[in-house]
Each structure stands twice: as structure tokens, then as C-alpha cells.
């Protein structure tokens, strides 16, 4: 059975180019990648670059522009053709399979020899069973917890060939959100809920991601990116809560007599007190459940892209049976390896200290030194 990504989050959290960045990435450790565009909303081919091409768009099959024109709007639209699509799921699933065989048939026809006969030879099963699937999802939330579509095509897509399925895919769900929330601690609190609703729904194993991370500096976040990628215990942010981020209490306002007036009245309320009541009952299921933590990723970042596609090996097991972990060794040391690789013994507090170092530090000064020019 094939190995893959299906890649959900929010709308503008990075996901699509995410694929784009992994789909290289994996590329170069020639794994034969293929990028399967899911959002009917999304025009694959305005990111499109020379590297990375598309093996299946699904709107060949139902298009949010279409749709859209018998009188949906936008998010009414997108979820119109999720139901479409579970309700032609099989379908869509010989689709996806044949166009992958199809890329990968095509680029075996231009190998050289002797690489180009051998593969020539492998059953079109054996030569699905080879490739590595990238499948980009939209963003709207209301797909993940207000139908039972999405959760229907994913059950078909990983449903294994002697139990009816076509794809069989051993996936993990890579769900990234916007690590700029940390500023806000209402938002975050609402990003790793949504984290958590979605790694509830969707049933599947699940690596969450902090993108965006290199444009983090530490000036106005709560607590250290340590507490938001481990989210152990968010009971600390809601000190945090009523006005969103830090700078209303040490930023340019820690001075404003009227203004910190307002926000003490603010605080005094019962509407305040109950909501800070509510919030912090989330936050304690969020940590109760104990599935919410966050991998750190910048797409450009070789290193910590490097670390995520460490961590989604482990999780759907491709670090079990493919060469890149295949060493002379037995499998469970395969398997430590790529433990170890993404967070064991110090990979952890390295990956937060690379973040530490190259961003939020380097951020800071930029900042700092904008902030001393303008003052002078
Ligand atoms: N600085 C920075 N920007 C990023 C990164 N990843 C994505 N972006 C930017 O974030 C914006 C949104 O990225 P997309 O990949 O379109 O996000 P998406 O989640 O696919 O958006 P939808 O499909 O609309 O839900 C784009 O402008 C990207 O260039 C990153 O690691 N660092
Ligand atoms: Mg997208």
C-alpha cells in the first residue's frame, strides 16, 4: 500500500504550500511524490513551478466555480461538493489511482537504461504501491465538524484493497495552523481546539504543525515557544485573555492611565469573569485529552521540514518498510532512528532552539533596531 499526507488547517495556514516545499523535499530523497490537489476551490496551477507539477486536480470532478454559478456561495459551495465527492468517492478514488500510475508510467518511459526496462516490467499495483501521495485539503472547518464527508472520503481512501478499497493509503494527517496566533491568547486557544476537533473527527494519526514560525520574534508573545509547541498547560495564557495580546499590559499602552482603567472595568465584569470561566474549562480538555502539540515548520527551512518528515514517517509507518530507513539494521532500529531523528533524547529542545536562534532572536533585533530608527 501506498504511503501519504492528507494536509488540512485553516484557511491561509499554509498548507498549500507546504505540499509545494514537501513535495521538493521528498523529491530530492527520490521518493516518487505525486501532489493531489482536494479543495474544488483551489486553482492548482497559479502555484506551479518548474519542480512541482499536479498528478490529479479534483476539479475534474466538481469545481467551486461551477457550482457557484447554480447559485451557492462560497462555503455553501465547497460543502455541496465534499457531499458530492462522498457520494462518488469510489469513483474518485480509481481517478486518483490512475492518474498517479499514469505520471508514474510516464516518467518511467524517459529513465535511462537499464533503470527504464526493469520498471517497464512492475505491474501497475506495484508501481502504486511505490508512490508517495500529497493531498491538499481546504481550509473551511465546517467540513471537519459539521459533516460527515470528509470523514467518509477519508475512510475510502485508506481503505485497503482486500476490504474494497482502491488506494489503501497508510496516512497521517498533517494539521498546520498559523503559529502567529501565539500572540493572541483567546486565538490560540481557539487554534489548538480546532486542533483538537479535528484530530477527533478525522480519526486518523495526526502530526500537528505551528507554521510560519520564521516570522515569529518573542517582542509581544505571552510565554516562551516552548509552552505553545508543547501545550502541556495552557491555564498560564488566561492571565492573558481579555485583551488579547501582552502589548496592552507592557506595550504602548502600559502607560495610558484611561486605558487601563477601561481594561480593569473590563476585567470586573461578570461577562468577563464567566467568559475567562469558559476559556479555561477549554483549555483544561484541550490539555486533558493530551493529543494537542505542535511540530515547528518554515517552509524554507530544510531543517525543520527535515523534522516534520521525520515525524509523519514514524506516524504512518513509512519508516518501516522503505530503503532511506532500510540500513542493515532491523526495523525497530529503523524505527528508533526516525524517532530519535524528529524528538527523542535532545532533537526536541534542538528544534527549539534552532527556531529560537534563527527566528525569534533575529526577528527581535530587526525589530529593535526599526524601533531605534524610528525613535531617533
Ligand atoms: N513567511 C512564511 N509565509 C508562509 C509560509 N507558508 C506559507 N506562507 C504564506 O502564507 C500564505 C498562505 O499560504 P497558502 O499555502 O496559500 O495557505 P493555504 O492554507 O493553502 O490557504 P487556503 O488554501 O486558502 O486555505 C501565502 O502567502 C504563503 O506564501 C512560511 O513558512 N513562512
Ligand atoms: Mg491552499
Not at 521528498?26 to 493531489?36: E, G, K, P
Not at 532512528?337 to 534563527?358: C, I, P, T, W, Y
Request: aromatic residues 8%; charged residues 25%.
Amino acid at each position: 500500500m501506498p504511503y501519504g499526507q492528507v494536509v488540512t488547517g485553516p484557511p491561509g495556514s499554509g498548507k498549500t504550500t507546504y505540499c509545494h516545499g514537501l513535495s521538493q523535499y521528498l523529491t530530492l530523497l527520490n521518493r516518487s511524490t505525486h501532489l493531489i490537489n482536494f479543495d474544488p476551490g483551489c486553482d492548482p496551477t497559479t502555484f506551479m513551478s518548474e519542480t512541482v507539477s499536479i498528478t490529479f486536480d479534483i476539479r475534474s470532478v466538481v469545481d467551486l466555480t461551477n457550482v457557484m454559478e447554480k447559485g451557492w456561495g462560497p462555503n455553501g459551495g465547497l460543502q455541496w461538493c465534499f457531499e458530492y465527492i462522498a457520494h462518488n468517492a469510489d469513483e474518485v478514488m480509481k481517478r486518483i489511482k490512475s492518474s498517479v500510475i499514469k505520471a508514474e508510467r510516464s516518467k518511467i518511459s524517459k529513465m535511462p537504461e537499464p533503470a527504464k526496462s526493469t520498471l517497464e516490467h512492475y505491474t501497475d499495483d506495484e508501481i502504486f504501491q511505490g508512490c508517495y501521495l500529497i493531498i491538499d485539503f481546504p481550509g473551511q472547518v465546517e467540513l471537519y465538524t459539521h459533516s460527515e464527508s470528509s470523514s467518509k472520503i477519508l475512510s475510502l481512501l485508506t481503505l485497503p484493497p482486500h476490504k474494497g478499497g482502491h488506494i489503501g493509503l497508510n496516512v497521517v494527517n498533517v494539521n498546520l495552523v498559523d503559529s502567529t496566533s501565539i500572540y493572541d491568547a483567546g486565538r490560540f486557544i481557539s487554534t489548538c481546539l480546532t486542533t483538537l476537533m479535528s484530530c477527533i473527527r478525522l480519526s486518523l494519526p495526526v502530526v500537528n504543525v505551528l507554521t510560519k514560525v520564521d516570522l515569529l520574534s518573542n517582542q509581544s508573545a505571552a510565554f516562551d515557544i516552548e509552552f505553545f509547541a508543547s501545550c502541556d498547560n495552557l491555564q498560564p495564557l488566561m492571565q492573558y485573555l481579555e485583551q488579547g495580546s501582552v502589548e496592552d499590559e507592557e506595550g504602548e499602552y502600559a502607560d495610558d492611565e484611561e486605558y487601563q482603567n477601561a481594561r480593569r472595568k473590563v476585567k470586573d465584569s461578570k461577562f468577563y469573569r464567566r467568559h475567562a470561566e469558559l476559556t479555561s474549562g477549554l483549555a483544561e480538555v484541550i490539555t486533558d485529552y493530551g493529543l494537542v502539540n505542535y511540530k515547528l515548520l518554515s517552509v524554507s527551512d530544510a531543517a525543520l521540514m527535515g523534522r516534520v518528515v521525520a515525524e509523519c514517517d514514524k506516524v504512518n509507518g513509512y519508516v518501516y518498510t522503505r530503503e532511506e530507513y532500510d540500513t542493515d539494521d532491523n526495523k525497530v532500529n529503523a524505527m528508533f532512528k526516525a524517532a530519535v531523528k524528529s524528538d527523542g533524547f535532545n532533537g526536541r529542545q534542538k528544534e527549539l532552539e534552532d527556531v529560537r536562534e534563527r527566528y525569534i532572536m533575529k526577528n527581535r533585533v530587526v525589530e529593535h533596531d526599526e524601533d531605534t530608527k524610528e525613535d531617533a
